[in-house]
């Protein structure tokens, strides 16, 4: 074959870790790259910012399991993606970022463009790699894929000096890892196995409470099979959200923060909580000290790090989430085999209980209200979209209404930068999924704050076509900065105001692209189902009630059970969401 550049035995290593797609922006660092990749038949897509780089990665990873490619200069090039690469680390998302540098031989010198890269991104990433050679970038390819995707999955990045992409080399390619799963690690033994059924048995009111690592894992079915089995009711972290279907009678949904009455009511009087891949985060349990105080606890994690640094637990079973449950329902069919009922009948008095708290507080809004709710928008979008349509969400009120009342019904079907919160995820995100499926339907539900972070990506739409739906659900605010001014603050609203923005609808019409402004309630049904009616790129802007919060609420500080819920409305003779549905 000859000598090759850097740059052709890169392209080459990335076809042999069967990329399909990479997201970027050219820059000087990263020319000699971007000159390769004009003949090689590799599909880039190239976006308006780096950080939509970054987050498009990582909503095409989250949809697919697999690792997502961005790919920006140096210097600043580099420096926008670390936000997203700092989502993706929190949600433990696999992203591999290739990142352009000066000449090695100026490195250090405050070069044109220079920046640490390496230095930046170690808290940032995963791992990363400094390429010092073009015949070490196969080997510092393979490496980073694999590191991307094993134990706990997370984002890698891979600096890449301009010198060392023009530089020629021999190619010596690694044999390929293959598609097998990815490698995790074990720790857990069989007599722990034994004691978690034992738990498991012994208890009256359990709880299952799943979080990310069950989709990372790919351990939905054995999750669903050891409900079954054990008639436990599970819920979900905002990261666990179409792990298991919302409409089973078993599913309780999201809980903590915004948690509907029921589900934070039932981890508070559970006897047996079982964490299958879910890190207790602050938002989950709210005040330590009274998360699941009466329940003995399990934890399934495959990172041992994880274990017992927010919350004590009773057991730990470090290892693949899959593997575990897949182990704990062997263990549980044999019990059963031998006449120990997996599912006592005081299991069905628990669930009947949790129905009783549902009826008390249902999860609800005043649907009678003139204004256009943006629940009711929502759940329209939910009644209306595919059932396998990709739901990509930013972070804010709008957030927690999708996570509260669109319905899932499969895994890997919900986008959401949960860790790290980062606002203007939603819209790239979409794209990512949209280009991992591009016959799917992708629903990018935004608030007009995060949506303006992130709008010029339109371009990147209207130029490859990308058919994602985008939902502006728009109050004219920072919504849950304005609530939390509201509730906690002594309605000291300060520096919310987002009353001066583009009419969307128009903007989107300016890059080419169809747009429509909904502002009745009576006009929802038809805009959703003419919005989902193609696959076309579309935007519809709603025109929310401004003054809608979210409940219920945990205050900060607060334990779940001190969870404030929203008075029922006053109800009046009109026409129901119902009779507009049926239209």
């Not at 985060?281 to 274990?307: H, L, Y």
């Not at 044999?334 to 949790?354: H, K, N, T, V, Y």
């Not at 928008?377 to 009120?397: F, H, K, P």
């Not at 794209?431 to 949506?451: E, H, S, T, Y």
Request: proline fraction near 6%; aromatic fraction near 8%.
């Amino acid at each position: 074959m000859g000598k090759l550049t850097g740059s052709e035995i890169l392209l080459e290593s990335l076809h042999r870790q069967n990329v399909e797609v990479i997201f970027g922006l050219p820059g000087g660092a990263v020319l000699p790259l971007y000159d390769a990749l004009y003949s090689a038949g590799v599909r880039h897509l190239l976006v308006r910012h780096e950080q939509a780089a970054a987050f498009a990665a990582d909503g095409y990873a989250r949809a697919t399991g697999k690792p997502g490619v961005l790919l920006v200069t140096s210097g600043p090039g580099a420096t926008n993606v670390m936000t997203g690469l700092t989502s993706a680390l929190m949600d433990s998302i696999p992203v591999v970022a290739l990142t352009g540098q000066v000449p090695a031989s100026m490195i250090g010198k405050d070069g044109f463009q220079e920046a640490d890269t390496i230095g930046i991104s170690l808290p940032c990433t995963k791992q990363n790699f400094a390429a010092k050679s073009a015949a070490e970038i196969p080997s510092i390819i393979q490496r980073a894929f694999r590191a991307a995707v094993s134990g706990r999955p997370g984002p890698v990045l891979v600096d890449l000096p301009k010198s060392v992409l023009m530089e020629k080399s021999e190619a010596c390619y690694p044999p390929s890892s293959g598609s097998g799963r990815p490698e995790r690690i074990r720790e857990w033994r069989d007599d722990e196995i034994e004691r978690a059924a034992d738990m498991i048995l012994e208890s009256r009111s359990a709880v299952l409470y799943v979080g990310g690592g069950v989709v990372h894992s790919e351990g939905w079915d054995a999750l669903a099979a050891l409900a079954e089995l054990t008639q436990i009711p599970v819920t979900t972290t905002l990261m666990g959200l179409g792990a298991f279907p919302s409409r089973d009678p078993l599913s309780l949904g999201m809980l903590g923060m915004h948690g509907s009455y029921a589900t934070n009511t039932a981890i508070c009087k559970c006897d047996l909580l079982i964490a299958v891949g879910a890190r207790f985060d602050d938002r989950v349990t709210g005040r330590v000290n009274g998360f699941a105080s009466e329940a003995r606890k399990i934890q399934i994690d495959v990172d041992p790090s994880e274990v017992n640094k927010n919350v004590r637990v009773d057991l730990a079973l470090v290892g693949d989430a899959r593997e575990a449950l897949e182990a704990l329902l062997d263990e549980l069919r044999r019990r059963a085999a031998q006449g120990q009922s997996p599912a006592p009948p005081c299991r069905r008095e628990w669930l009947r209980l949790i129905e009783a708290w549902r009826a008390e507080h249902p999860l609800t809004y005043d649907k009678y209200a003139h204004t256009v709710k943006p629940q009711f928008v929502i759940e329209t979008l939910s009644r209306y979209a595919d059932e396998d349509a990709i739901v990509s969400v930013d972070v804010g009120q709008h957030q927690m209404w999708a996570a509260q009342f669109f319905d899932f019904y499969t895994p890997r079907t919900w986008l959401s930068s949960s860790g790290l919160g980062a606002m203007g995820y939603g819209f790239p995100a979409a794209m990512g999924a949209q280009l991992a499926f591009p016959d799917r339907q992708v629903i990018a539900i935004v608030g007009d704050g995060g949506f303006q972070m992130t709008l010029n990506d339109l371009a990147t739409v209207a130029q490859y076509h990308v058919p994602v739906k985008i939902a502006v659900i728009n109050n004219r605010a920072l919504g849950m900065v304005r609530q939390w001014q509201e509730i906690f603050f002594e309605k000291r609203y300060c520096d919310i105001d987002l009353n001066f923005a583009p009419d969307f609808a128009k903007l989107a019409e300016s890059y080419g692209l169809r747009g429509m402004r909904v502002e009745h309630r009576t006009d929802v049904v038809d805009a959703v189902r003419d919005f989902l009616g193609d696959r076309e790129p579309c935007l519809v802007d709603f025109w929310v009630d401004p003054a809608e919060n979210v409940y219920p609420i945990v205050p900060p500080g607060a334990s779940l059970a001190e969870m404030v819920v929203e008075p029922p409305p006053v109800l009046v003779e009109e026409e129901s969401l119902d009779d507009l549905w049926a239209v």
